[in-house]
């Protein structure tokens, strides 16, 4: 059964969450500008989530040999 969080750790987890999307989305920003192949499936497969509150995930396709 889950625990329930009280509202002290609801309004701290938005303030994380306002705080990683914006994060998310300057890394988002500086991925898209860095990525080696600017046009196709690569460039337009970047992309983040903040779920649930507190992690902070990119996604990526993978591109080259390894």
């Known amino acids: ?3 329930r ?6 309004s701290s987890d938005k303030i994380i969450k ?3 999307n914006i994060l998310g989305e300057q890394i988002y920003n500086e991925a898209k500008k860095d990525t080696r ?5 690569l460039k337009n ?3 983040f989530a903040v ?3 507190t992690r ?7 591109y080259g040999k390894y």
């Open 1 to 3: 059964m889950a625990k």
């Open 18 to 20: 306002e705080n990683l």
């Open 56 to 62: 902070l995930t990119f996604y990526q396709n993978e």
């Open 45 to 47: 497969s970047i992309n």
């Open 51 to 53: 779920k649930p509150d």
């Open 37 to 41: 192949v600017l046009t196709g499936s």
């Open 5 to 10: 969080r009280t509202k002290e750790q609801i």
